[in-house]
């Protein structure tokens, strides 16, 4: 005898096509909840992103608007420590000047004061 195969479309074939179907319409909505949540977390990354260089940006310009304040502050005390220093050097020329006259005057006391009886 010899038996031959019939190709029958049967309750178990439907439920076998049916359960493959479905596997694969699963498959294919995680794939694209996959994919949703990627481009979602790229979004909050990029919105964060965003964030961190907008604060970097603020806090970049307090620096530097604190720095330029540094510089005209040291550049303030350097004219100021100058104009000290040319104050004390003037002074020091003017005291010697004075020592220099009080010696002339000291001398010539002492020359006047050894002449009068």
Avoid: W
């Amino acid at each position: 005898m010899t038996r031959t195969m019939e190709k029958q479309f049967t309750r178990g074939n439907l439920i076998s096509i049916v359960a493959t179907f479905m596997t694969g319409a699963a498959l294919f909505a995680g794939g694209i909840s996959a994919v949703n949540s990627i481009d979602a977390k790229t979004i909050q990354n990029a919105q964060a992103n965003t964030r961190l260089e907008d604060s970097f940006r603020s806090f970049s310009s307090r620096i530097e608007t604190r720095l330029t304040d540094a510089q005209t502050a040291i550049t303030s005390l350097q004219v100021s420590e100058a104009r000290t220093a040319a104050q004390y050097d003037a002074l020091n020329r003017s005291m010697d000047e004075v020592k220099t006259s009080l010696r002339e005057i000291s001398t010539i006391l002492r020359q006047n004061g050894g002449q009068q009886p």
